[in-house]
């Protein structure tokens, strides 16, 4: 069974940058689509983006375009989100999962089979 681990979370100004790193471990993800979604306190855990199991495609929230990219190494077993020009309200826990289906790249939580313990995620005005 595959396990995830991610870090790098951490306090940041608002307009700042992170960049977080998912490392798997008990099993290959070369073969999984994965995802980044986000919980803040009170909310639903919340869509950010995805990537295919070969790193081609992706997909973002809206609300993340051209301030976040995920990026994959296979041969690492890892997965990164870069996150650029952060905004208050994206504060949340963030956390890494993976779907089976490789080709899936899912939007959706209930899609996805495995998830980390995630990592805290805090932009201050």
């Known amino acids: 069974q595959v396990q995830l681990v991610e870090s790098g979370g951490g306090l940041v100004q608002a307009g700042g940058s992170l960049r977080l790193s998912c490392a798997a471990s008990?099993?290959?993800?070369?073969?999984?689509?994965m995802g980044w979604f986000r919980q803040a306190p009170g909310q639903e855990r919340e869509f950010v983006d995805t990537i295919s199991w070969n790193g081609y495609s992706t997909r973002y929230a809206d609300s993340v375009k051209g301030r976040f990219t995920i990026s994959r190494d296979n041969a690492r077993n890892t997965v990164d989100l870069q996150m650029n020009s952060l905004k208050p309200e994206e504060t949340a826990v963030y956390y890494c999962?993976?779907?089976?289906?490789?080709?899936?790249?899912?939007?959706?939580?209930?899609?996805?089979?495995?998830w980390g313990q995630g990592t805290q995620v805090t932009a201050s005005s």
């Open positions: 008990g099993g290959t993800i070369s073969s999984y689509a």
């Open positions: 999962e993976a779907d089976q289906l490789g080709y899936r790249y899912s939007n959706f939580a209930r899609d996805y089979d495995y």
